[in-house]
């Protein structure tokens, strides 16, 4: 636990506690009053009251638009599963500026809509929704759905038998037992739309702000750090709150369920009833999560013989120092870094949080880890300028500085997948390893090494995936000649011209063909990976991403 718990205590604490302090505390001491003073204000007491209640709204509306894909996806059986099942994932791993593009391709000036009907719905609270619930639709269907799919179908049936009609069984069997999984991901959603900053900050426009949003304004154009500190605060009680629910959810999953495994009750379609859902879903899918990829893959291809990407190698002379394709290369580099970091970190807290004889305070830090995802991003990066910029730590002018926080919001991931593989090791098999006098390091090697092996690429894929698109954090500290390719989206959108949004069009096509490639190698690894008792992979056995 060493080097993660220093880690996380210099490269997120400290910049957090950093700024905080800047934005409170004065020649004459700290400024509580100034909490009060900041929370009461009209302006901002309306930011939190939309931060809470579009959160909410985009909770709700997920679930209702994904739950039916869950019970596609855990109960039936169809060709392409396992496309579709990554079609599904690559909202989620998309950065969010890309998922406000799409959106804007889509509903914005210029957009489908408006070339059908004359309507544009950005800078409206629809085109918000809209895109929280594209964003985080497979939170649900992996959360729910890969628990969906472990529970005992003859429970149910057992119930049937009984004189329970189809209803009366799912809501008094299985229900119940979905009912944890239901609320994590439901808690994970909330969170996700409670600190989101990429989408609203493009859909938005002035008239809506959310916390994130708010800090990224006082910090970075108003420069009131002392209001930015409050808010931070504000933020950091309510996510620590959603993580502690979160955590006992996640616990009364864990320890309630006795599982299966899911290649015995996902079943053909049988009867119109679940062929009309089928379909239902797949025009969903299309709808709500592929249609707003291909118009915007289609936009980036307005201009005649790919104009907008052969731009891409060219300077314009204000946007960039640099070409903007060069944001690619400076963007795998970064995130390859940011990568290694992550599974450094995540793998040995997993390994701290897997040992049975761990204790109480180690596994504290379990939820401790959760924190870089919800606390504010624009935090961070801002709090990295203050804190990094003193011996023995001067980081402001080190290219590692941008891994460094993408790492933050990775090693998460990497806890998160690797942890249900390490438990589920038979201890056993270490202990005789052992006794036949094989050192610690030679039992990893030989014995967990191969079991986690998988899950361990997987973790990786996942983290190499969420550090490309990092960008509330980036944005504050990416060098102006080595822009990441989310930052450079944004500045290329925040520019008037056919230009400069046909560019941001091409260049977020570009990060969402690397996202994809990289989930469907994931994909690819899922469905080997039964290293566990109940047979299920990881990922799917836990519900976790």
Known sequence: MALPVAFFAVFFAWPV?????RGLKTDGGWRFGRIA?????PDIGHV???TTWQALASTALTLLAALPAAYVFARLDFPGKQVLRAVVTVPFVLPTVVAGSAF???????GLLDQLWGVRLDTTVW????AHVFFNYAVVVRTVGGL??????QQEQAARMLGASPLTAWRRVTLPALAPAVAAAALMVFLFTFTSFGVVQILGGPTFSTVEVEIYRQTSEVFDLSTAAVLTLVQFAAVGLILAVHAWTVRRRETALRLVDPAVTARRPCGAGQWALLAGVLATIGLLLVLPLGVLVRRSLDAPGLGYYRALAHTDGGTFLVAPVHAVWTSLQYAAAATAIAVLIGGLAAAALARRDAGRLVRGFDALLMLPLGVSAVTVGFGFLIALDRPPLDLRQ??????LAQALVGAPFVVRTMLPVLRAVDGRLREAAAVLGASPWRVWREVDLPLVR???LVAAGFAFAVSLGEFGATVFIARPDNPTLPVAVARLLSRPGDLNYGQAMALSTILMVVCAVALLVLERLLPQSRTSSTGGTPMDRTGEF
């Open 17 to 21: 506690a950093a700024i905080v302090a």
């Open 37 to 41: 003073d900041v929370v009461t204000e």
């Open 48 to 50: 939190l009251w939309f």
């Open 104 to 110: 804007l391709a889509l509903l914005g000036r210029g």
């Open 127 to 130: 085109a918000i929704l809209l």
């Open 148 to 153: 969906w799919a472990q529970l005992d179908p």
């Open 398 to 403: 080190s290219w590692m500085l941008v891994p």
């Open 454 to 456: 998988r899950a361990l």
